[in-house]
């Protein structure tokens, strides 16, 4: 429950921090509705749309009603997919809106235990410190590979688990050992004619549960033809908590992150996660009430790219590139696409794979549900969505589904558990494709 | 308020997961597209089928309590705003296609079903349901109906009325009752079909519809004209029609609109011209082929400075979408866009663009013009800022010229977008009262305790502005 004087002192905050002309600027048309995936998934329920979400801000600033439970059931519902934005032909950026009136209700609604117990671990304690990470992938591993996992699936003790909390824990990949966490470069060298010097965002999850997937991305960049600097001192993007009402530590890590590269020298900012790239470019706007960060935030905005978008760039679908024969489909990260409007990039990549046949699924760049932690706290509506999505992917008649970002990939792998497809499907991040062809069209004859 | 015992009877109908009425879920359903309006319901009232709609309407009706129907909330006349509390009764269970009869050439839906999926499904067929307002993609068959919306296609083939064949319709003391049908030829009484269309849920709630669709034109071709000069652009578009031709589509976009919707779609729209005509032919190649031929011809007798035939139909969709989107796209310049829809007989476009914009001087407000120009129906869109009372005051006074002008030329105050709440003060500019005399009987007689979207269509004498009232 929302205390009486939490609910005063959260219309308070909305009446001073959210952003009026802004609010303002959605003139209700609607435009939206028709993208929004959990106003489709509720049955056309307004509250439950970004129009609708819109008015209970403007509600709620405009003291028409209290930020009572219902809002924040709105507002907690939403994906923060911002497939809305893209469509809205007033320019509503509606993902700030979203940001800001999240920051206000969680910093000022005593939450319950457990619901702080969660997010205390994964906002403050794990992901902005990157060896606390390593350590956590180094258990998930000793769990893995000792006979932990077998033991603890064996004894039933999963039951105890929700179903999608379960069937994730079946999903997660297999990790690196810690030996292997701890030895990671800071240089590498073009190997062939240099063409770019670019610096890569290795990420907090994508660094250590899905180191592969970075050493791949490193590579292909090698191959490309750049030049990488892997600066040490980086740190979590700050995603996780921007979405989720935790912005004074977003900007903390956003902080870190800027002055971690702004002597790299780069061309490019590389990233290989749709939902970190989106959020570094937002840096600009987060940290846009600070003098001192706000032009040091947009110069590091700006320099920031997709791994599929500079290696579409550096002509990286002209080089041969093969697979054995099978479909494949994409799967859009809405991130990537909605807020770095990088969709066509991986397209061109993956229909220049020889042996492979692209099909498009409908409603690609509708989100899978994964959002951050939402397949987690809302799993509900988040498995709905997915359901919709396995439909989807079935129709392609794929063998691979190719994703951009970590959490999709999660969430997609989840999605074939939990449609006992395991045998004949797959999911991949587009770099590891992309590897996997580079080095099939480079195998001598006959192997 | 709703009574605790009128909760429970209307949740017994429609189930306890169709009623909502926490202060979350009304006020969601407390507003539609039109700027300055917005009023709390009493409850969200979502029945499941025909039966279950009577059931609520006669209970309604007991009880004196108002209905709103309403499809998505895209309409632009205040039209689905609850002004006098009340339900707001939604169709999301109601979405199907009964069926598509290709012997006969209709479709039968439900009210609930999104305009363009109704369009996809008929196309897959190969046939054709022409009336395509900008909302299509959002909007609902049933808000269609009750609006008779219009379109860009409105010009040669009409609008949702010429479409309708027949109804099922739902009167507030319970009835049910069936209107025409799938019948070329039907004189059995009076038209109540075209009765209801359009009737903006002043009078039962429509909850089936039969549709009449035509065979898909073989070909379209589709071509931008541009002008230095407003006026040239719309003498332009009355040379066309005078000359005997009349395109499916026959659009008109001024500079801001150009520039707002190029920022938006930017798909090269040009924005250093004073104004563009969106010009659309559909048929045999043929007849296609020569009318394009003429109307560049004519295009450029009257002017135009350039006349770019889109190369193919993924570039002229690209054009078409984006007209589509010139309104919302407007409220990228101020945070208050208000549109009206004057229109005016096709040969007086010209004299009635020059007259917005003498008006926008008079009153010193900024107007921005785009509209189906080809039918005579304008959308001068003001652009300002709720905030300021004297600007929104003078906003009123050069919408009125704007009517009284429209009327004077032979027109109408509102062409497809409804009369609602927010052109019920100037009906009587069309009417007259005699006229609204007799459309009250009418009222009268299907609604004699005014349960259905009150406040609508009847104005009382002043134009009154609406805020929410929780």
Redesign the interface.
Known sequence: MITVQEKKRIQTEFQDKMDY?EL????????C??SCPTYIES?????H?P??RI??MK?VV?G???P?E??K??LDMCLGCRACEPV????VNYGHLLEQARDIIYQNHQLTASTKAIRNIAFKGLFPNQSRMRTMTGLLGFYQRSGLQKAARRTGLMKFLPENLRTMEQVLPEVPSLKQLKNRPDHLPSLVPQKKKVAFFSGCLMDSMFMATNDATMKLLQYAGCEIVIPDSQACCGALHGHSGEKQQAKELAKRNIAAFETSGADYIITNAGGCGAFLTDYDHLLKDDPEWAPRAAAFAVKIKDISSVLSELEFDKLPLELPEQIITYQDSCHLKNVQKTFLEPRQLLQSIAGAQYKEMKDADRCCGSAGIYNIVESEMSMQILDYKMEQVQDTMAKTIVTANPGCLLQMKLGIEREGLADNMRVVHIVDLLLEAYEYARQPVGS | MLNEALKRQLTAIVGPENFQDNKASRLVYSYDATPQFQSMPDAVVAPRNTEETASVLKLCNENKVPIVPRGSGTNLSAGTTPLNGGIVLLFKHMQDIIEIDEENLTITVQPGLITLDMIHAVEAKGLFYPPDPSSMKISTIGGNLNENSGGLRGLKYGVTRDYVMGLEVVLPNGDIIRTGGKLAKDVAGYDLTRLFVGSEGTLGVITEATLKLVPIPETKKTMLALYEDIEAAAEAVSSIIAHRIIPTTLEFLDRPTLKVVEEFAQIGLPTDIEAVLLIEQDGPEEVVERDIAKIAALCRENQAIQVDVAKSEVEADALRTARRTALSALARLKPTTILEDATVPRSKIAEMVRAINDIAKEYDVEICTFGHAGDGNLHPTCLTDVRNKEEIHRVEQAFEAIFHKAVELGGTITGEHGVGAMKSPYLHLKLGEEGIAAMKGIKQAFDPNNIMNPGKVFAKSERKRVVVQP
């Open positions: 002309d303002l600027n959605c003139m209700r048309c609607g435009f509705l028709p049955g056309y329920d307004e509250a749309s129009r609708g008015a209970l509600a405009d028409d009603i209290e009572d219902d809002v059931r709105s809205c032909p007033s320019g």
